[in-house]
């Protein structure tokens, strides 16, 4: 099904001819199509920091207010403050490959104590998760302790290799991962494509997983973007083939479709997404946040920022911001001030787009 547009619509990681058309659907409430403002407060731009990036992927903040930034294709970890960028140091161990490489940033719970990043990447045989100390040196410069595989065995390939990860309200490590173009492993409880994880710091699976081992939900194609609302509901975005990107509310054990069913079919034993973008060109959403009772969701191929409005388990039609006009958006980062940042891909350098913090 997806190899005839493997590397156009099915991955987000092609570019697109502008199409002009918006087709975000909001499934929960009904058709609806989205062209902003709508009733949503425009997001506002307050700064462009040009760091001259290569393929950022993810971002996290420190205590201080120091941003860690990871390029997928360099496997370098680099600190932003004050609008400046400096590397810390490249991760070991990576190889990257197509869509593979440094990926997903995660920052332990207990970062004061124990100064523990997360980080997903493709190595040679696998994606796996590991940790590293990072502490600060008497001249305010990060000093990158050696890594520490926590969870090896997620399966890679040129595309699908997920990457997403994020601890949620209940301490645990959330992990976002693709098929690998391995179409048999989204639907097997027992495989680790397809999925979306849920581990101890550690790395074991944690418990209370619906299982009994690591896989927490199935049935998913490539996971991009995990984050909680306000009551502690976790949802996801998620690339579809050339047809219905997605917007999932995660439930423990429920199975999201691929690759029986895409989008929302209302097929027996299947969960339907909140949302779908029938179209994967004015979407492919990445990296997903969630502020108030809105979600923001960066566009790959859309190139633009969608915002959905929540209510409870439902969902509203998206609304489209600044479309094409900072190009593909692979990250939604909260910043400590409440605002964003996103980072683009792929303008060759990349750059960061700073938001004021949503009225």
């Known amino acids: 099904m997806c190899l005839a547009v493997l590397l156009s619509g099915c991955t987000g990681?092609?570019?697109?001819?502008?199409?002009?058309?918006?087709?975000g659907t909001g499934t929960s409430t009904g058709n609806g199509i989205g062209t902003g403002p709508g009733n949503a407060t425009p997001p506002e731009v307050v700064a462009r920091l040009d760091l001259q990036l290569d393929i950022?992927?993810?971002?996290?903040?420190?205590?201080?207010?120091?941003?860690?930034v990871s390029e997928r294709d360099s496997a370098l970890l680099?600190?932003?403050?004050?609008?400046?960028?400096?590397?810390?140091?490249?991760?070991?161990?990576?190889?990257?490959?197509?869509?593979?490489?440094?990926?997903?940033?995660?920052?332990?719970?207990?970062f004061p104590s124990d100064n523990y990043l997360y980080l997903y990447f493709t190595s040679a045989q696998d994606n796996r998760i590991a940790?590293?100390?990072?502490?600060?040196?008497?001249?305010?410069?990060?000093?990158?302790?050696?890594?520490?595989?926590?969870?090896?065995g997620i399966p890679k390939a040129s595309t699908h290799n997920g990457g997403r990860i994020r601890f949620g309200p209940d301490g645990f490590l959330y992990v976002g991962t693709g098929d690998s173009q391995r179409r048999e492993q989204p639907q097997d409880r027992n495989a680790l494509g397809g999925k979306i994880l849920r581990?101890?710091?550690?790395?074991?699976?944690?418990?209370?997983?619906?299982?009994?081992?690591?896989v927490y939900s199935l049935g998913?194609?490539?996971?991009?973007?995990?984050?909680?609302?306000?009551?502690?509901?976790?949802?996801?975005?998620?690339?579809?083939?050339?047809?219905?990107?997605?917007?999932?509310?995660?439930?423990?054990?429920?199975?999201y479709g691929w690759p029986a069913v895409t989008g929302a079919p209302h097929r027996e034993g299947y969960r339907d997404a909140k949302v779908v973008w029938p179209s994967t060109a004015d979407s492919s959403p990445s990296g997903l946040e969630i502020a108030g009772s809105t979600a923001y969701?960066?566009?790959?191929?859309?190139?633009?920022?969608?915002?959905?409005?929540?209510?409870?388990?439902?969902?509203?039609?998206?609304?489209?911001?600044?479309?094409?006009?900072?190009?593909?958006?692979?990250?939604?980062?909260?910043?400590?001030?409440?605002?964003?940042?996103?980072?683009?891909?792929?303008?060759?350098?990349?750059?960061?787009?700073v938001l004021a913090p949503p009225a």
């Open 297 to 353: 969701l960066g566009a790959l191929r859309g190139q633009r920022l969608w915002t959905v409005s929540l209510s409870g388990e439902e969902a509203s039609a998206p609304v489209a911001y600044f479309t094409r006009e900072y190009g593909r958006i692979r990250d939604v980062i909260r910043t400590p001030d409440g605002g964003f940042w996103l980072l683009t891909n792929n303008k060759n350098p990349d750059f960061v787009l």
């Open 78 to 110: 680099k600190a932003v403050r004050d609008g400046r960028a400096a590397t810390i140091g490249q991760v070991p161990g990576v190889a990257p490959g197509g869509e593979g490489g440094l990926l997903g940033l995660a920052l332990s719970p207990g």
């Open 199 to 214: 581990l101890t710091p550690e790395g074991d699976p944690a418990p209370g997983n619906p299982f009994g081992n690591a």
């Open 220 to 255: 998913h194609r490539n996971v991009q973007g995990l984050a909680w609302d306000s009551a502690g509901r976790l949802w996801s975005s998620e690339f579809g083939p050339d047809v219905n990107d997605e917007l999932n509310l995660i439930e423990p054990g429920a199975n």
């Open 56 to 68: 950022p992927w993810a971002a996290v903040f420190l205590p201080n207010g120091t941003a860690v």
């Open 13 to 23: 990681d092609a570019n697109d001819a502008p199409t002009g058309s918006i087709t």
């Open 131 to 152: 940790r590293l100390k990072l502490t600060e040196q008497p001249d305010g410069s990060l000093d990158l302790g050696d890594p520490e595989v926590v969870f090896p």
